[in-house]
């Protein structure tokens, strides 16, 4: 990740999320990407989830260079 991408993120312990919940949050964390300017090849969704139950989202908007 570059300095100029932007990333949204969170860490949800277990018993705050359930998989529809988790689905619901990842879309708006997507559809805030996309009204800052990123194309949906740019939007890069990454799900952790840990051996206690939590989960870890990320969602970062992966820029390609500009062309000089």
Do not use: F, N
């Not at 194309?39 to 990320?58: F, L, N, S, W, Y």
């Amino acid at each position: 990740m570059s300095s100029d991408d932007v990333e949204i993120s969170t860490r949800l312990r277990p018993g705050e999320w359930t998989e529809e919940t988790l689905a619901v949050l990842v879309k708006e964390y997507q559809h805030k990407i996309a009204e800052m300017g990123a194309a949906p090849d740019e939007i890069k969704t990454h799900i952790e989830h840990t051996e206690a139950g939590g989960v870890k989202v990320r969602v970062e908007w992966d820029r390609v260079p500009e062309e000089y």
